[in-house]
């Protein structure tokens, strides 16, 4: 499974992936963390407060990231690592285009369980979609 993939389903072990991209840009506390998340997500998710601490303590005691007096988290070495090996994933360094093709498989996926959900935020954005739509046909050479 690639990154994105992972970071879309909303599993715990995803919310990893979402607290180090967001950690990725500099140190941040909790709440920034959420709303780096919602603003990523343009307001279609938010974490909870009793899903990110717990990840974030967990990730401490793994050495991924740690908490400075403070208050804010910021990646260790380990965790600087585990970006720097993805970075492709998170459009830093150089990227091909079947990464592109997967990361858009992958983020069609996600509006569609929105849609399924019933999501305001899909209904508010259907204008969007429709040019995004003719856009991506244009390039396929419809």
């Given at each position: 499974?690639?990154?994105?993939?992972?970071?879309?389903g909303?599993?715990?072990?995803?919310?990893?992936?979402?607290?180090i991209f967001?950690?990725?840009?500099?140190?941040?506390?909790?709440?920034?963390?959420?709303?780096s998340m919602?603003?990523?997500?343009?307001?279609m998710?938010?974490p909870?407060?009793?899903?990110?601490?717990?990840m974030?303590?967990?990730?401490?005691?793994?050495g991924?990231?740690k908490?400075?007096e403070?208050?804010?988290y910021?990646l260790?070495d380990?965790?600087?690592?585990?970006?720097?090996?993805?970075?492709?994933?998170?459009?830093?360094?150089t990227?091909?285009?079947?990464d592109?093709v997967?990361?858009?498989?992958s983020?069609v996926?996600?509006?569609?369980?929105?849609k399924?959900?019933?999501?305001k935020?899909?209904?508010?954005?259907?204008?969007k979609?429709?040019?995004?739509?003719?856009?991506?046909r244009?390039?396929?050479?419809?």
């Open positions: 499974m690639n990154m994105m993939n992972g970071m879309f909303g599993k715990r072990r995803d919310l990893r992936a979402w607290i967001s950690l990725s840009s500099g140190p941040r506390n909790g709440v920034e963390i959420m709303d919602e603003k990523q997500t343009l307001g998710w938010r909870s407060p009793g899903s990110i601490y717990p974030l303590e967990k990730m401490i005691e793994e991924t990231i908490k400075r403070d208050g804010k910021e260790t380990d965790g600087e690592n585990y970006f720097t090996i993805r970075n492709g994933i998170f459009g830093r360094g990227r091909t285009f079947e592109a997967e990361e858009v498989s983020l996926t996600f509006m569609e369980e929105l399924q959900n019933g999501s935020k899909y209904e508010e954005n259907k204008d979609l429709k040019n995004l739509a003719e856009r991506i244009k390039l396929s050479g419809e």
